[in-house]
């Protein structure tokens, strides 16, 4: 397989149909006074780029488009700086394989 055949991601994700729970995310920062290196970490490889700063310097989530990965959950867990669920039944992430 020639490494053109592959897809960016972005095509990839692109197939991916998310159904938003609005008002009810399923993923919440908590309240930082400075976010660690593990949360500010999670601006940069959080799949989706749910991530990012807010004009005061905290780490917001805005969990659309969210693939359910883990990876923040896991980064997180020993700082307890975010609460961590699923979504509700019949909403987040529907993939899509082409
Ligand atoms: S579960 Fe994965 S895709 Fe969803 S917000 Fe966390 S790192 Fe991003």
Redesign the pocket.
């Known amino acids: 397989m020639s490494e053109s055949s592959f897809e960016p991601i972005e095509e990839k994700l692109y197939w991916n149909r998310y159904l938003v729970d609005a008002g009810r995310p399923h ?1 919440r920062v908590r309240r930082h006074l400075s976010p660690s290196a593990s949360l500010r970490a ?1 601006t940069k ?7 990012s700063f807010d004009d005061a310097g905290q780490v917001k ?1 805005v ?1 659309d ?9 896991v980064l997180c867990e020993a700082t307890g700086e975010i609460d ?1 669920n699923y979504p509700r039944g019949g909403f987040g992430i529907l993939f899509k394989f082409g």
């Open positions: 993923i999670l490889i959080c799949p989706a780029n749910c991530y989530v969990t488009g969210c693939l359910e990965c883990g990876t923040c959950r961590w």
